[in-house]
């Protein structure tokens, strides 16, 4: 069995999305000590800029590519490696300015620039489980002041699940910046309960998935 990781938060301590991802892959590791973890961590280590250079060596004949183009067509196929040698996912992103963060969508569009993912109605993972954790500093949910801010859920959605065919599982974390936050003082004992409820929903997830997949073992 080989799980996939991805981490997207530029904080390591005290990060909410990494915290939840680590309640996924414990429970994963508790069911399948065998199992490897491939590890993509994009806040620590953001992949170089080199989407313009994949683009371009995809509509550029084999012998006529640079060595810039070749390099960006070699990383994307490493990324698409990566997910499917898989058997399941996570993926662990935080809202920044009411979207993904760039090193995110970067990640993406690499990948899609590979012919294995690059025609969009054609999934790439069919029916492989996931879970997707996400980390919000307020709140978005119906009747707050910011309901439908939310770009992060609705596009990686889409990506994961209707482009590249995951069944997928989302928890959220919301109003995680609400201790450091005094503005959010009144806030605290709501933003501790819903952080809670994301770690319960994290894990539960993960145990369904790994007993799913000890099933069509």
Request: charged fraction near 25%.
């Amino acid at each position: 069995m080989k799980f996939f990781r991805l981490d997207s938060s530029l904080h390591v301590d005290g990060s909410v999305s990494r915290a939840l991802a680590d309640v996924v892959q414990k429970e994963w590791s508790r069911a399948y000590p065998a199992a490897a973890f491939i590890r993509r961590d994009l806040g620590r280590h953001p992949l170089p800029s080199v989407w313009p250079a994949a683009v371009a060596g995809r509509i550029t004949p084999e012998d006529a590519r640079t060595d810039e183009q070749r390099s960006a067509g070699a990383l994307a196929a490493r990324l698409v490696d990566e997910l499917l040698e898989s058997d399941a996912y996570i993926f662990a992103v935080p809202m920044y300015n009411f979207g993904v963060p760039q090193q995110v969508k970067h990640w993406i569009d690499l990948i899609i620039t590979d012919p294995r993912a690059d025609d969009v109605n054609r999934p790439l993972l069919p029916g492989r489980p996931a879970v997707l954790v996400e980390a919000r500093g307020g709140g978005y949910g119906p009747g707050s002041d910011r309901e439908g801010w939310d770009h992060v859920t609705p596009y990686l959605s889409h990506i994961l699940a209707d482009v590249w065919g995951l069944d997928l599982a989302i928890t959220a974390a919301e109003l995680t910046v609400a201790d450091a936050n005094p503005a959010m003082t009144h806030l605290r004992g709501l933003a501790r309960q819903r952080i809670a409820d994301a770690h319960a929903a994290a894990s539960d997830h993960a145990i369904s998935i790994a007993r799913r997949l000890r099933t069509a073992a």
